[in-house]
């Protein structure tokens, strides 16, 4: 049986958790400026439906393979576990809403529509901060060392599992976009070698003709 070792780097959840901040901190500017214009919800319905599906499943990974292990291992204050399950579920109930009317919303460009799924994520946004920040202060230093190496790829495999074969590359594009260069050698590195040349060749390209496209 693996023990839990020295160590574990958790850095890349850091990486995942800018992109949560970023893309959702935009989204409702990106909901009420494509009011009317159906070409353009479109488009940000598509990316608002992959950022909806990476939050959700960002957090039910750690829901079945992070906070049950630490739960065993770590002395950690039932105060802190519980709060983590209650911002989870809060964000959750927000996500759950957005989805409810984005479908419709993409077809139609519906100005309340859009005002409603705007004003969801404005109030989801200081608890979805607030987790991010905690987390990274009070979960990550625990979990890197209390899990294992392959405990903790497991999270990373859950992830990776629920974005389609053709969306990796620009996700791959999501997650390094604020990276300095050392976070990004580090992560790279990590990388199969044919998917850090297909982000060279296509994924780089891909991502930043999609992300001036949603952007505007």
């Given at each position: 049986m693996?023990?839990p070792g020295?160590?574990?780097?958790t850095?890349e959840m850091?990486?995942i958790?800018r992109v949560?901040?970023?893309?959702f901190?935009?989204?409702?500017?990106l909901?009420?400026t494509?009011?009317?214009?159906?070409?353009?919800s479109k488009?940000?319905g598509?990316?608002a439906?992959e950022?909806?599906?990476?939050l959700?499943?960002?957090h039910t990974g750690?829901?079945?393979?992070?906070?049950?292990l630490?739960?065993?291992?770590?002395a950690?204050g039932?105060?802190l576990?519980?709060?983590?399950?209650a911002?989870?579920?809060?964000v959750?109930d927000?996500?759950?809403?957005v989805?409810a009317?984005?479908?419709?919303?993409?077809?139609s460009?519906d100005a309340?529509?859009?005002e409603?799924?705007a004003?969801?994520i404005?109030?989801m946004?200081?608890?979805?901060?607030e987790?991010?920040a905690e987390?990274?202060q009070e979960?990550?230093?625990i979990?890197?060392?209390?899990?294992?190496?392959s405990?903790?790829?497991?999270?990373g495999?859950?992830g990776?599992s629920?974005?389609?074969?053709?969306r990796?590359l620009?996700?791959?594009?999501?997650?390094t976009e604020e990276?300095?260069d050392?976070e990004?050698?580090?992560?790279?590195?990590?990388l199969?070698a044919?998917a850090?040349v297909?982000?060279?060749?296509?994924?780089?390209?891909r991502f930043t003709?999609?992300?001036r496209?949603i952007?505007g």
């Amino acid at each position: 049986m693996s023990t839990p070792g020295p160590g574990v780097d958790t850095h890349e959840m850091v990486l995942i958790h800018r992109v949560l901040r970023r893309e959702f901190g935009q989204l409702p500017r990106l909901f009420r400026t494509a009011a009317g214009d159906r070409a353009r919800s479109k488009v940000i319905g598509a990316h608002a439906r992959e950022m909806l599906t990476f939050l959700h499943t960002h957090h039910t990974g750690e829901d079945e393979l992070l906070f049950p292990l630490l739960r065993d291992r770590a002395a950690l204050g039932q105060e802190l576990m519980h709060r983590m399950d209650a911002q989870h579920a809060q964000v959750d109930d927000a996500v759950t809403a957005v989805d409810a009317e984005l479908s419709a919303w993409t077809a139609s460009a519906d100005a309340a529509a859009g005002e409603r799924m705007a004003a969801r994520i404005d109030a989801m946004m200081p608890t979805l901060i607030e987790h991010l920040a905690e987390e990274e202060q009070e979960i990550l230093p625990i979990a890197s060392v209390t899990l294992t190496q392959s405990e903790w790829d497991a999270l990373g495999k859950h992830g990776i599992s629920a974005i389609p074969l053709t969306r990796r590359l620009v996700i791959l594009g999501h997650i390094t976009e604020e990276t300095d260069d050392v976070e990004r050698r580090r992560f790279m590195k990590v990388l199969p070698a044919p998917a850090r040349v297909a982000y060279k060749l296509i994924g780089h390209r891909r991502f930043t003709r999609e992300t001036r496209e949603i952007r505007g």
